[in-house]
């Protein structure tokens, strides 16, 4: 599984922190959570978020794209804080 967070005409301290990253619950009903943290985002740009499975070796699994993605907006200080949860399926074999 991969988180990516990639700051879109973001300079300086911008860039996207990603933290508190957990893969939770049992097999049937498995939670993906995690933090985002960015500040000195400028008003008119954003933060893209993605999420998806991948191997061992950070290649794509059978099923190709993202199962998470957003586009996050900083607010009147240019500070973007968000916690994300998303169910995740598991494929059969994994």
Partial sequence: MAVVGAAKAAGGNGRPTITNVKL???????????????????????????ATVVDARGGPVSSPGDFYSSD??????????QHISVPVSVP???
Avoid: H, T, Y
Avoid at 31 to 49: C, E, P
Avoid at 72 to 81: F, N, Q, S, T, V
């Fill in 24 to 50: 939770e619950g049992p097999r049937s009903s498995l939670r993906l959570s995690f933090d985002i943290q960015a500040d000195g985002v400028d008003k008119w740009a954003s933060v893209g978020v993605f």
């Fill in 72 to 81: 996050l907006r900083p607010d009147d200080k240019g500070e973007i804080e």
């Fill in 92 to 94: 059969r074999g994994a």
